[in-house]
């Protein structure tokens, strides 16, 4: 009897979770991204890549105790 009633109680909180939508259409951009940007954007992460090994080998000595 206590499990029909609890049963009978959520059924209307479970019928009403909301359910998403989700709906994906793949196709051209919108908005075209410039050359001038990509290319600003590599050299961005180009740099960003590079600094730390760059800055590392450029202070070995210091790492090594031979400064």
């Known amino acids: 009897m206590f499990a ?3 049963i009978k109680s959520l059924s209307p909180a479970i019928t009403h979770v ?3 939508g989700i709906n994906v259409v793949s196709g051209p951009p919108q908005v075209r991204v ?3 940007e990509k290319a600003v954007l590599c050299l ?3 740099a960003g890549w590079t ?3 760059v800055w590392v080998l ?3 000595k210091e790492y ?3 400064a």
């Open 18 to 20: 909301q359910r998403r």
């Open 34 to 36: 410039s050359f001038a």
């Open 44 to 46: 961005v992460m180009a």
């Open 58 to 60: 450029g202070h070995i």
């Open 4 to 6: 029909k009633h609890v």
């Open 51 to 53: 600094a730390i090994p």
């Open 64 to 66: 090594k105790g031979q």
